[in-house]
T-cell receptor, first 114, second 113 residues
């Protein structure tokens, strides 16, 4: 069985603060893929990043960074110097080799106040 | 580029009515799927397809039916709508490799009275 847990339901920060979103997953497979999606208030789902299980290198993209640690089964997401436009629901998701199905976490709602 | 197109965007039904949610993609993706999004539960997979003529059940398939006669289209049918099916429905597509990100439509907000 595979499971994705996003324990933080809601996070509220003031603009320019950093915010870290936690994602913990469970899987018995050795090859799997982790994803983060953003859902802004307009409702669409936007793909942010994919990480393969065999690549633990952390990644930075502008103000976004991701910390993947297989030892703790975590794939955390940090927004540095948050902006109002970062206000959204963020989903972590998991899929496995030769299995296209995505298992989503419950999502974390981020509110950035001006 | 159209990507994944869902219609309608909003729909209100009465209990017992049937309807079809349409989904079309123009990226020649083999894999298509339907999810429902409910508060506090993330997105849950309803049905999916790995190619024309092939469909399978996801996590919450009861009350829904799908078919895949072409690569482009993957309609979702509600056979007899129930209030528990009130939700936001998303269609997604991707290349048939499990490491590929799925492209989502804009969603259909469905209310069952």
């Amino acid at each position: 069985a595979q499971k994705v847990t996003q324990a933080q339901t809601e996070i509220s920060v003031v603009e320019k603060e950093d915010v870290t979103l936690d994602c913990v997953y469970e899987t018995r497979d050795t090859t799997y893929y982790l994803f983060w999606y953003k859902q802004p208030p307009s409702g669409e789902l936007v793909f942010l990043i994919r990480r393969n299980s065999f690549d633990e290198q952390n990644e930075i993209s502008g103000r976004y960074s991701w910390n993947f640690q297989k030892s703790t089964s975590s794939f955390n997401f940090t927004i540095t110097a948050s902006q109002v436009v970062d206000s959204a629901v963020y989903f972590c998701a998991l899929s496995h080799l030769n299995d296209y199905k995505l298992s989503f976490g419950a999502g974390t709602t981020v509110t950035v106040r001006a | 580029n159209a990507g994944v197109t869902q219609t309608p965007k909003f729909q209100v039904l009465k209990t017992g009515q049937s309807m079809t949610l349409q989904c079309a993609q123009d990226m020649n993706h083999e894999y298509m799927s339907w999810y429902r999004q409910d508060p506090g539960m993330g997105l849950r997979l309803i049905h999916y397809s790995v190619g024309a003529g092939i469909t399978d059940q996801g996590e919450v398939p009861n009350g829904y039916n799908v078919s895949r006669s072409t690569t482009e289209d993957f309609p979702l049918r509600l056979l007899s709508a129930a209030p528990s099916q009130t939700s936001v429905y998303f269609c997604a597509s991707s290349r048939k490799y499990s490491n590929q990100p799925q492209h989502f439509g804009d969603g259909t907000r469905l209310s069952i009275l």
